[in-house]
């Protein structure tokens, strides 16, 4: 008896432009949608260029530095290679750190998402178009507000993993500068 009042009540407001706000809430949706999914495509790409990345600086981090800090009697030699080791071992955690950041971007999480199974409440199908419209603006609302925290959150993580990426490689760049000159 109480669903029969609300559903009157429902009947009764009228909202005439509220079909095509509710376009606009379904269109807004599946842009956020596609850009959670594009989030996907970039740590893909970023994923494979650091294990290249991990693959370079791991096989030319040479540790043999560390014997050679002994041997040195120059203090110039003995700065420039503590420098040396530590842009090494900076790098080489950077890229793993970033990696690793990465590989947990890949991991799905569960979304807030349009649940269209609640259409299939007949109630609806007897509201006027606008009171119908109205529902579903209110629906899409929901959906739309948990994915934004969710591409905010994921898109801060990759950012976060690509500040370490490009910290790594201005270390490498030292390491090849440092051993040129030695």
């Given at each position: ?21 509710q ?15 594009k ?23 040479n ?58 409440n ?20 929901i959906?739309?507000?948990g ?10 993580r ?13 270390l ?11």
């Amino acid at each position: 008896m109480e669903e029969k009042v609300i559903g009157e009540e429902k009947q009764a407001i009228q909202y005439p432009s509220a079909e095509f706000v509710q376009q606009a809430c379904f269109e807004d949706y599946y842009r956020l949608i596609d850009t959670y999914d594009k989030i996907y495509e970039k740590v893909n790409v970023t994923l494979a260029f650091c294990g290249i990345i991990l693959l370079v600086i791991l096989g030319s981090v040479n540790y043999t530095y560390v014997a050679d800090i002994s041997r040195t009697q120059s203090n110039l030699e003995l700065f420039s290679l503590f420098i040396l080791l530590l842009c090494s071992v900076a790098s080489a955690v950077c890229i793993i750190w970033a990696v690793i950041q990465l590989l947990l971007l890949m991991r799905s999480k569960t979304l807030p998402v349009f649940d269209s199974i609640d259409i299939r409440n007949e109630e609806i199908y007897r509201w006027n178009p606008d009171a119908a419209a109205v529902w579903l603006i209110d629906k899409y609302t929901i959906a739309i507000t948990g994915l934004r925290t969710a591409i905010a959150e994921k898109q801060k993580r990759y950012d976060s993993a690509v500040t370490k990426i490009m910290v790594a490689l201005l270390l490498y760049s030292i390491v090849l500068i440092i051993e040129k000159g030695i």
